[in-house]
């Protein structure tokens, strides 16, 4: 079974966390617009892909034994002090100068993958970076429903406004031939969890890409959010988060919305929205026990599980 799922940041590391327990033929598939931190910075100063998010699955990618754990460690290490390292995560470090040394995006984050020995492998979802824009509401106070522009992946995630819709810079970025060629083969499609305007939905935003999820033949599932995310979905119900993809992507149809019991208020109304798309609603604990607006790798591996291996 090969399964591609789409996104970035802490949603995507926790859904490839629980599938690599679950397919042994995976493909992450990762934004590259982040503008902010040590990747805001490396890409600033070299001008390549922006690698953080690319760092992040390929440590959720490493395995379970030492060898993974401690590459995985490495990975996500960042330098102390108040010097020109400071913040600076290493794996961010060695994927831009494998990115120098080889040719190609793609060629240095499988060698990065080979060196990790992860389960499963990283792709962009464009060769060229990407800026974000958005159209937030709220932020004059003089006239609360009119639109603001807003630029820059950080700040449309931490706007204090509402966002209505995002877009990318350029419109029509070039997409990873190799992305889209695993779409075209996967038996799964999966998106989310994570933040929504900025990891998730940036994907469909790509035409390529977008056109190659829509047509693929793989089935598709979406992983929703525990909580609203406050600058990005607040106020959101779990159903206006698939409101707010399809918006984005037309003609996109679903076969399965997974949903955390907890965070769902009304199971009718989400299933209603889930059907209009051609999806099942699966409601299961999916969430971590602390509490935290986070999702358990376990829980989700026997989610993703339930419904992959039994299709």
Same mark, same amino acid.
């Given at each position: 079974?090969?399964?591609?799922?789409? &996104? &970035?940041?802490?949603?995507?590391?926790?859904?490839?966390?629980?599938?690599?327990?679950?397919?042994?033929?995976? !493909?992450?598939?990762?934004?590259?617009?982040?503008?902010?931190?040590?990747?805001?910075?490396?890409?600033?100063?070299?001008?390549?892909?922006?690698?953080? @998010?690319?760092?992040?699955? %390929?440590?959720?990618?490493?395995?379970? /034994?030492?060898?993974?754990? !401690?590459?995985?460690?490495?990975?996500?290490?960042?330098?102390?002090?108040? +010097?020109?390292?400071?913040?600076?995560?290493?794996?961010?470090?060695?994927?831009?100068?494998?990115?120098?040394?080889? /040719?190609?995006?793609?060629? &240095?984050? /499988?060698?990065?993958?080979?060196?990790?020995?992860?389960? &499963?492998?990283?792709?962009?979802?464009?060769? !060229?970076?990407?800026?974000?824009?958005?159209?937030?509401?709220?932020?004059?106070?003089?006239?609360?429903?009119?639109? !603001?522009?807003?630029?820059?992946? #950080?700040?449309?995630?931490?706007?204090?406004?509402?966002?209505?819709?995002?877009?990318? @810079?350029?419109?029509?970025?070039?997409?990873? =031939?190799?992305?889209?060629?695993?779409?075209?083969?996967?038996?799964?499609?999966?998106?989310?969890?994570?933040?929504?305007?900025?990891?998730?939905?940036?994907?469909?935003?790509? =035409?390529?890409?977008?056109?190659?999820?829509?047509?693929? =033949?793989?089935?598709?599932?979406?992983?929703?959010?525990?909580?609203?995310?406050?600058?990005?979905?607040?106020?959101?119900?779990?159903?206006?988060? %698939? /409101?707010?993809? #399809?918006?984005?992507? =037309?003609?996109?149809?679903?076969?399965?919305?997974?949903?955390?019991?907890?965070?769902?208020?009304?199971?009718? #109304?989400?299933?209603?929205?889930?059907?209009?798309?051609?999806?099942?609603?699966?409601?299961?604990?999916?969430?971590?026990?602390? +509490?935290?607006?986070?999702?358990?790798?376990?829980? %989700?591996?026997?989610?993703?599980? +339930?419904?992959?291996?039994?299709?």
């Amino acid at each position: 079974m090969k399964v591609v799922a789409l &996104g &970035g940041g802490h949603g995507l590391a926790a859904s490839l966390t629980a599938l690599r327990n679950v397919v042994a033929d995976l !493909t992450a598939v990762v934004t590259v617009a982040d503008n902010g931190g040590s990747s805001g910075r490396l890409r600033r100063e070299f001008g390549v892909l922006p690698p953080g @998010d690319l760092r992040q699955a %390929l440590a959720a990618l490493c395995g379970d /034994d030492e060898w993974g754990r !401690t590459w995985a460690s490495v990975l996500q290490h960042r330098f102390d002090g108040d +010097g020109e390292m400071s913040e600076h995560a290493v794996g961010n470090l060695l994927i831009v100068a494998l990115w120098e040394l080889l /040719d190609g995006h793609v060629h &240095g984050l /499988d060698w990065v993958g080979r060196l990790l020995g992860a389960h &499963g492998r990283v792709l962009p979802m464009a060769t !060229t970076p990407i800026d974000m824009t958005a159209q937030v509401r709220g932020l004059d106070p003089r006239r609360p429903e009119s639109l !603001t522009s807003v630029r820059g992946q #950080v700040e449309v995630a931490s706007t204090a406004g509402e966002v209505v819709s995002v877009a990318l @810079d350029p419109r029509d970025p070039p997409a990873c =031939p190799e992305a889209v060629a695993a779409l075209q083969s996967a038996d799964w499609v999966v998106l989310g969890p994570g933040s929504w305007f900025t990891s998730v939905i940036p994907h469909l935003l790509v =035409p390529d890409l977008r056109r190659a999820v829509i047509d693929s =033949p793989a089935r598709k599932a979406v992983t929703l959010n525990l909580a609203p995310q406050p600058g990005e979905t607040a106020g959101f119900a779990p159903e206006t988060h %698939l /409101d707010v993809l #399809v918006e984005h992507a =037309p003609g996109l149809r679903l076969d399965v919305v997974v949903a955390d019991a907890r965070a769902v208020a009304d199971t009718g #109304v989400l299933r209603k929205a889930a059907a209009a798309l051609g999806a099942e609603l699966i409601v299961l604990e999916v969430g971590a026990g602390d +509490g935290s607006p986070r999702h358990d790798p376990s829980k %989700l591996a026997n989610a993703y599980a +339930g419904f992959m291996v039994t299709a």
